[in-house]
């Protein structure tokens, strides 16, 4: 772990150097040592319409790039979960658990709703508590997500921590992950019912593609753990989350110590990548996990706040997407963005006459040929099953 960092001042443009430990445990904005101005402008301030690409983990994004490469997937799994498995899971969450709302669990919704103000997410998924000692959350759903969080959880966790946590889930709904995430979840239960119906053959063919889903799925929690860390500001409040999934409880907290953590965490990357075996077996032992090894989250923590874009943001520095306004439309002459030099009303009329779908229009328009809706499944379905045999 590097021991500072060096931040050059915006006001009086002098170089002040930060120790490791004053960024991984200050909950207050560093000062410039000689004009005593924040060396972060919007240290304090609500995240304004950030672009989510800016923050997922590289890893994740070269996953989730692969997934997309399965002809079909995206058209295939949004139809399929939205008209039945989303519908199903949102009357079962609605019958079973307790609906968070200003009238009910009103100090949680608040710690929600500020968790989005300073992510800059707009509309919120559902949330819902439930019963279970085991402390967990999750985010599931397509086009009406849900997000849970256990009482063992809120029982665990100090307000802060709770906060976090609602942050790392409203991250996986700004960074688009909760399609595959649900999608992930379905097949590991239609692998043991396929399982159970013909011996453990029928799950065979469904292994390549859960896997790669399981594989993206533990990559997209480094960038849900981004999130928590730009809601909060705090990244001791996040690696103290982490700290207690891994083995925390109320009665041995008070002897928990947090610097042995980190050096835990700094020890494991030295013991995973010096050694080809110890690689392939924690490659092996994670293989059918959702969640990466909690320490190795803390370790990507840190290596964020000290190395990566983390203090930029902090700054202000990342992009938005607030379209810009191009001059005009080169087909009708209404205005458009600059990314978009067709308007999309002209750009809907020429995929009508030429009938080719246009790419980045729609998530949900995406991959889908011609054809009935029935049609289009069952051509996609076949597609991705070439393309997995031909893969594995």
Known sequence: MIEFV??????????????????????????????????????????????????????????????????????????????????????????????????????????????????????????????????????????????????????????????????????????????YKTAARLLGQITGIAAGMTLGLGALALIPIRLALLRWDRASELTADRAALLATREPEVVLRALMKIAGGSNKIYREMDFHAFLSQAEEFGQMREGDVLAKFIVGWDVLFRSHPYPIWRAQEIVQWVLEGDYLNILDGEYPTTSPVLAERCTECGRPTVVTEPICRACLAKEEERTGEDAAGTSDKASDEPPGSASERVSRALDDAWQWIRGQF
């Open 6 to 179: 060096e931040r050059k001042c915006s006001a009086c443009q002098t170089l002040n150097r930060l120790t490791a430990e004053q960024l991984l445990q200050s909950a207050r904005p560093p000062r410039c040592g000689r004009c005593k101005e924040g060396l972060f402008r919007a240290f304090e301030k609500p995240l304004y319409k950030i672009d989510p690409n800016h923050y997922i983990h590289p890893l994740d994004r070269k996953l989730l790039d692969a997934i997309h490469r399965v002809p079909g997937v995206r058209s295939v799994l949004r139809r399929a979960m939205a008209e039945s498995v989303e519908k199903a899971w949102r009357l079962f969450h609605h019958a079973n658990f307790v609906l968070v709302t200003n009238r009910q669990v009103a100090s949680l919704r608040r710690q929600y709703e500020a968790a989005g103000a300073m992510l800059g997410v707009d509309s919120l998924p559902t949330l819902y508590v439930y019963q279970d000692p085991v402390p967990q959350a999750y985010t599931y759903g397509v086009e009406q997500p849900i997000i849970a969080v256990s009482s063992g959880l809120l029982e665990l966790m100090d307000e802060r921590e709770q906060f976090a946590i609602l942050a790392h889930e409203l991250g996986h709904w700004q960074c688009n992950h909760v399609l």
